[in-house]
């Protein structure tokens, strides 16, 4: 079992940045890679970033590329998503998930993640 607690979401103006945190429990977190997912209010849950076991690949959905990094940190079993340039599009609640597999991949698709966190809100206002 593997447990997600995502922290750091909130109210901010466009343009503004956030930080957001995934600490993870349960399994050997180095081994799987992680990613985010967000679903804003009446849209399905789509893809925003994932990153390898190592941390050496990350990989971003257009919409977010060049304004939001991805990066982990093994030794505190934590995966961090810095937000930049934020717009009100951006706005959604925000899900961690560790992939359902360990190796080199990164994976952008939901099915490929068996575990999932309670969601952090982001707000980016006009």
């Known amino acids: 079992q593997v447990q997600l607690v995502e922290s750091g979401g909130g109210l901010v103006q466009a343009g503004g940045s956030l930080r957001l945190s995934c600490a993870a429990s349960?399994?050997?977190?180095?081994?799987?890679?992680m990613g985010w997912f967000r679903q804003a209010p009446g849209k399905e849950r789509e893809f925003v970033s994932a990153i390898t076991w190592s941390g050496s690949i990350m990989y971003y959905a257009d919409s977010v590329k060049d304004r939001f990094a991805l990066s982990r940190d093994n030794a505190k079993n934590t995966v961090y998503l810095q937000m930049s340039s934020l717009k009100p599009e951006d706005t959604a609640v925000y899900y961690c998930a560790a992939a359902r597999y360990s190796g080199t991949n990164y994976y952008t698709r939901s099915t490929e993640y068996a575990y999932w966190g309670q969601g952090t809100q982001v707000t980016v206002s006009s």
């Open positions: 349960g399994r050997t977190f180095s081994s799987y890679s």
